[in-house]
């Protein structure tokens, strides 16, 4: 697990006094402010000050930009806040970030692959697996009925998939 996890990214920049369009990957979208100052992958720090919502995200001012074109250079930026910031979650709750890259094996124990992406569709996770031996990748349905077991400790998943899904 990582010390810091992904909160949100520059989409580009909004208006022509500096300010950026940020994007929030937080449950709330709102907290990403409080998280502030966050940092970028090169570890600058960007304190955000949010002044108003925008289509996918927020209107922010960042102290450290100045201009438009400061703000132009920032697009595509990852904003990561560190993990000790973060909500603790309940039992049955994960951050994407910690399932990436954990094998995935079925209820015999069987190797299944690895999980390369955890994507949502509109209802609920899915859980991208690159097979193992393999390139190919299948989807699993991130729920209680197909995945009984998430022990990150151990560093494995736990499927049931239904018949005709591998």
């Known amino acids: 697990m990582s010390d810091k996890m992904v909160v949100g990214a520059i989409s580009g920049a909004y208006g022509v006094h500096g300010e950026v369009r940020v994007k929030s990957f937080c449950a709330n979208p709102q907290d990403i402010e409080t998280y502030s100052p966050l940092t970028d992958d090169q570890g600058r720090s960007y304190t955000l000050a949010i002044v108003g919502a925008v289509k996918n995200g927020f209107a922010t001012r960042i102290v450290e930009v100045a201009t438009k074109e400061d703000a132009d250079a920032l697009k595509g930026t990852q904003l990561f806040a560190r993990r000790e910031q973060l909500p603790s979650l309940p039992d ?47 989807f699993i349905p991130f729920t209680m009925a197909v995945v009984p077991t998430v022990d990150l400790d151990a560093g494995r998943i736990v499927i049931d998939p239904p018949e005709g899904l591998l």
């Open 92 to 138: 049955d709750e994960y951050y994407h970030a910690d399932l990436i890259g954990v094998r995935v094996v079925d209820t015999g124990g069987a190797d299944i692959g690895t999980v390369k992406t955890v994507q949502n569709n509109g209802s609920d996770d899915l859980l991208e697996v690159i097979l193992t031996g393999s390139s190919a990748t299948v």
